[in-house]
């Protein structure tokens, strides 16, 4: 995480699919929060010095030319750096997946995958890989579903240069992902592997 300073506190209220998502950024080194009013909050982190965040409300002028997030994203966390390739995460509030079992079980449109869950007692994870670069991680968090579609994408065309570039982002990646947490409880979550 990055533990310089960075700016005032910005706050950004949205509408996305029904649901209002506040963003608070502080100038310490403070995990970027998102909560959801409809039911459910979350929080997690990410180095805001090799990472960016937008939001679909964004104009597609502040977009990078090159997100790694499809259309129809919440937020998209993406490498800045994209000399070392395209990687980030695309963060949704999946409205349509109402109940524990649509959230978790629910392949990802086009896929007939099965999904790799946990279930504990306030929280319920899973993660259908489409490819070594590309993963659906979902999370009920009692009340809401939110979907995590990562993607890396190498620059490099050169095989042990892309498995670094691959590995340096699955790094960030994961990291991001193991500091999600339920702001309500504390709760931190634990996405199967």
């Known amino acids: 995480m990055n533990t310089k300073a960075i700016g005032a506190i910005i706050i950004v209220v949205l509408v996305l699919g029904g649901g209002y998502w506040f963003i608070t950024r502080t100038t310490q080194p403070a995990p970027l929060t998102m909560s959801v009013l409809t039911g459910g909050n979350i929080t997690f982190s990410y180095a805001e010095s090799a990472y960016g965040l937008v939001d679909s409300n964004d104009s597609v002028a502040t977009h990078p030319a090159n997100l790694p997030c499809d259309a129809g994203f919440?937020?998209?966390l993406?490498?800045?750096?994209?000399?070392?390739?395209?990687?980030?995460?695309?963060?949704t509030a999946r409205q349509d997946l109402q109940t524990e079992s649509a959230c978790i079980s629910t392949p990802p449109a086009g896929s007939s995958a099965t999904a790799k869950t946990n279930e504990e007692s306030d929280y319920s994870t899973s993660v259908f890989s489409?490819?070594?670069?590309?993963?659906v991680y979902r999370l009920w968090d009692g009340s809401l579903c939110h979907e995590f579609v990562?993607?890396?994408?190498?620059e490099s065309n050169v095989a042990a240069v892309?498995?670094?570039?691959?590995?340096?982002?699955?790094?960030d990646i994961n990291s991001m992902l193991a500091s999600v947490t339920i702001a309500s409880s504390g709760t931190e979550i634990v996405f199967p592997k």
């Open 130 to 135: 489409a490819d070594a670069n590309a993963s």
């Open 150 to 154: 990562t993607r890396i994408e190498p």
């Open 162 to 171: 892309a498995a670094a570039q691959i590995a340096e982002a699955s790094t």
């Open 78 to 91: 993406y490498r800045l750096d994209t000399s070392k390739g395209n990687a980030g995460v695309a963060i």
């Open 74 to 76: 919440g937020f998209c």
